[in-house]
């Protein structure tokens, strides 16, 4: 096998955050074992978009060993900002690993878990290139072993070790929220734990910290929408008036307001209303047209919503008040003629929305600086974008496989893998990052 040189953490291909690895010596508890950084060193945090490191995982010793790695590995392997090596022909480790021959397997790092009597994870990253531990922290897992609650963090541990090398946390400690026989479920973002979240509803979206769950009931009565607190099961009706439906709600990123599309016989407009209970206030005058889906800018002052008063659906984009309309999408597309499902991404740079393409539906974003446009699927038929917290994924409803699931897209590379399996699932929205992780 020829040598490959390993790139090391510090290089810009491998960016770090700075503060946390020149703190690990202070900002650690006393139970964490972390080597500190000498003073001075200064490392990048800078991401070079296309370039993977090579991660190898080591084997785990003792009882759920193997799912520890496991779970560590697959995680890094989604990210997709790794290249994850297989340890079948890896070497040994009983100490300090042999780098040398680890640089040969073209290995940058090693993450190297142990755990502990006290039912903790210890986990190491090993800098190849610098034959050294650059940083080191021992993490608490809840019992029982292998529970949900286990599992989850475990994904914790993943994300943790990706904001050391990357400078962003991961993502694989999110879950995703969606559609399934008139239902809202939730699924971890490693398609684990499929679990139903409400006896009933639609078009789910996240409370801030993932507290909770605002969404959409069709009863034929009332068509409210509803809050469920995650915690304590507790559900309340924000919204709901007879005869009248109300649908797609969002929620501002301070977690204050929701708004809503309300429709009757003159059209379906956007209201805002205070989470904690008030009058709604009308955003849209649609005379007989339709305003609906809204999504937030992450400083929730703006909002991005469909709406077809040009004659098709296009995606509008208006301050939080309604006004200071702007159509975002009709300039980019020529003559096709329906856009909708905007969802805005974290980073504030694009929304993601769905776009009829050749008789069928394609998930594309648009840069809001140069308002570019991108394909970020080709395959079947693809609706509902929801943007990861890392503004780097999105989910969405596909039919590439035969039934309407959830599929994952990276749109830096294109790369896809499918989260959902079973019965029709469809209206995803992603979690933020946990507060209760």
């Given at each position: 096998?020829p040598?490959?040189?390993?790139?090391?953490?510090?290089?810009p291909?491998?960016?770090?955050?700075a503060?946390?690895?020149?703190?690990?010596?202070?900002?650690?508890?006393?139970h964490?074992?972390?080597?500190a950084?000498?003073?001075?060193?200064?490392?990048?945090?800078?991401y070079?978009a296309?370039?993977?490191?090579?991660l190898?995982?080591l084997?785990?010793?003792?009882?759920?060993?193997?799912?520890?790695?496991?779970i560590?590995?697959r995680d890094f392997?989604?990210?997709?900002?790794?290249?994850?090596?297989?340890?079948?022909?890896?070497p040994?480790?009983?100490g300090?690993?042999?780098?040398p021959?680890?640089s040969?397997?073209g290995?940058?790092g090693?993450?190297?878990?142990?755990?502990?009597?006290?039912?903790?994870?210890?986990?190491?990253l090993?800098?190849?290139?610098?034959?050294?531990?650059?940083?080191?922290?021992?993490?608490?897992l809840p019992?029982?072993?292998?529970?949900?609650a286990?599992?989850?963090?475990m994904?914790g541990?993943?994300?943790?070790?990706e904001?050391w090398?990357?400078?962003?946390?991961g993502?694989?400690?999110t879950?995703?929220?969606?559609?399934r026989?008139g239902?809202?479920?939730?699924?971890?973002?490693?398609?684990a734990?499929?679990?139903?979240?409400?006896?009933?509803?639609?078009?789910?979206?996240?409370?801030?910290?993932?507290?909770?769950?605002?969404?959409?009931?069709?009863?034929?009565?009332r068509n409210?929408?509803?809050?469920?607190?995650l915690?304590?099961?507790?559900q309340?009706?924000?919204?709901?008036?007879?005869g009248?439906e109300?649908?797609?709600?969002?929620?501002?990123?301070?977690?204050?307001?929701?708004v809503?599309?309300?429709?009757?016989?003159?059209?379906?407009d956007l209201?805002?209303?205070?989470?904690?209970g008030?009058a709604?206030?009308?955003?849209?005058?649609?005379?007989?047209?339709?305003?609906?889906?809204?999504?937030?800018s992450?400083?929730g002052?703006?909002?991005?919503?469909?709406?077809?008063?040009?004659g098709?659906?296009e995606?509008?984009?208006?301050?939080?008040?309604?006004?200071n309309?702007?159509?975002?999408?009709?300039?980019?597309?020529?003559?096709?003629?329906?856009?909708?499902?905007p969802?805005?991404?974290p980073?504030?740079?694009?929304?993601?929305?769905?776009?009829?393409?050749?008789?069928?539906?394609?998930?594309?974003?648009?840069?809001?600086?140069?308002?570019?446009?991108?394909?970020?699927?080709n395959?079947?038929?693809?609706?509902?974008?929801?943007?990861a917290?890392?503004?780097?994924?999105?989910?969405?409803s596909?039919?590439?496989?035969?039934?309407?699931?959830?599929?994952?897209?990276?749109?830096?590379?294109?790369?896809s893998r499918?989260?959902?399996?079973?019965?029709?699932?469809?209206?995803?929205?992603?979690?933020p990052r946990l507060?209760?992780?």
């Amino acid at each position: 096998m020829p040598q490959m040189m390993p790139r090391s953490l510090s290089l810009p291909a491998w960016p770090v955050l700075a503060g946390a690895l020149l703190a690990v010596g202070t900002a650690v508890p006393s139970h964490t074992a972390a080597q500190a950084q000498p003073p001075g060193v200064s490392l990048s945090t800078r991401y070079v978009a296309g370039q993977k490191t090579a991660l190898i995982v080591l084997p785990v010793k003792g009882v759920n060993g193997d799912s520890v790695a496991t779970i560590l590995a697959r995680d890094f392997d989604y990210s997709d900002r790794f290249n994850v090596v297989s340890t079948s022909s890896a070497p040994v480790v009983n100490g300090p690993p042999n780098y040398p021959l680890f640089s040969k397997l073209g290995v940058d790092g090693i993450v190297q878990p142990t755990l502990l009597p006290s039912g903790w994870v210890r986990v190491a990253l090993h800098d190849v290139s610098k034959t050294a531990v650059l940083n080191s922290k021992d993490f608490p897992l809840p019992s029982p072993a292998l529970s949900p609650a286990w599992r989850s963090a475990m994904h914790g541990v993943s994300d943790a070790v990706e904001e050391w090398i990357t400078g962003q946390r991961g993502i694989a400690q999110t879950r995703i929220a969606f559609t399934r026989g008139g239902r809202v479920w939730i699924v971890d973002s490693d398609r684990a734990n499929v679990t139903p979240a409400t006896p009933g509803g639609m078009s789910p979206q996240w409370l801030p910290g993932g507290r909770g769950l605002v969404y959409s009931v069709l009863d034929g009565v009332r068509n409210p929408i509803m809050m469920t607190d995650l915690g304590t099961g507790s559900q309340r009706t924000l919204a709901a008036s007879p005869g009248i439906e109300h649908s797609s709600p969002a929620i501002a990123p301070d977690g204050r307001t929701v708004v809503y599309a309300r429709g009757s016989e003159s059209g379906t407009d956007l209201y805002a209303m205070p989470i904690e209970g008030g009058a709604p206030r009308r955003m849209t005058v649609g005379r007989g047209r339709a305003s609906t889906q809204p999504t937030f800018s992450p400083d929730g002052q703006r909002i991005a919503f469909m709406s077809d008063r040009s004659g098709h659906p296009e995606v509008y984009i208006s301050d939080l008040d309604g006004t200071n309309v702007e159509l975002l999408t009709a300039a980019a597309f020529g003559d096709r003629d329906y856009r909708a499902g905007p969802d805005w991404s974290p980073d504030g740079r694009l929304v993601a929305f769905q776009s009829r393409n050749g008789g069928t539906f394609q998930i594309m974003t648009i840069n809001l600086r140069d308002q570019s446009v991108k394909f970020v699927t080709n395959d079947g038929r693809n609706d509902d974008p929801s943007w990861a917290p890392d503004s780097r994924h999105i989910v969405f409803s596909s039919t590439r496989a035969g039934t309407r699931q959830l599929w994952i897209v990276d749109v830096e590379t294109g790369r896809s893998r499918q989260l959902t399996f079973g019965s029709e699932a469809r209206l995803s929205a992603w979690s933020p990052r946990l507060l209760s992780q």
